[in-house]
């Protein structure tokens, strides 16, 4: 059976790092390796005004498409570094929209993911009541293996 992980990939030297660990480990396996990076679109302030609405919806879209295309170029770049690296791994990225938390532990299901390696932002106090924690999320509501990997300057 050949084995499928995932890394949560932010573009962070932290994100690039694990790719790399993930990949050595994964190599003598000869398995497969997806990239996934999860944005979110910010949200436009709306009004009661219909054609501003749509002017909105619009903005969104064009917001939300530019993202995805410079992301997907990005990780093209780090698509080839790696597969020059790593020529014995099926190297893969998806870029989707979406709550970080929940479109990953979509994908993991979906791809047959049966590990996931994640960076961990240590927020705290009222940002963490408030936003809460990707990694947390995930690895609570996970049916896989979860890897989380703090970042070295977090305390």
């Not at 020529?87 to 532990?105: N, Q, R």
Request: aromatic content about 6%; hydrophobic content about 40%; charged content about 20%.
């Amino acid at each position: 059976m050949k084995h499928v992980w995932m890394v949560g990939y932010d573009f962070s030297q932290h994100s690039s790092a694990l790719v790399r660990i993930a990949a050595g480990e994964l190599q003598p396996q000869s398995g497969k390796l997806v990239l996934l990076h999860v944005y979110q679109v910010p949200p436009t302030p709306l009004s009661f005004n219909s054609m501003h609405i749509e002017t909105s919806y619009l903005h969104q879209t064009e917001l939300s498409k530019s993202i995805e295309e410079e992301a997907s170029k990005g990780l093209e770049k780090v698509l080839k570094t790696l597969q020059a690296e790593f020529p014995s791994l099926e190297i893969v990225f998806l870029v989707k929209a979406g709550d970080p938390s929940k479109v990953i532990l979509e994908k993991v299901e979906q791809l047959g993911v049966d590990r996931l390696i994640i960076g961990s932002h240590s927020r705290t106090g009222i940002e963490h009541f408030f936003l809460g924690s990707v990694a947390e999320k995930i690895v609570k509501h996970s049916t896989v293996s979860v890897l989380v990997v703090k970042h070295r300057d977090d305390s």
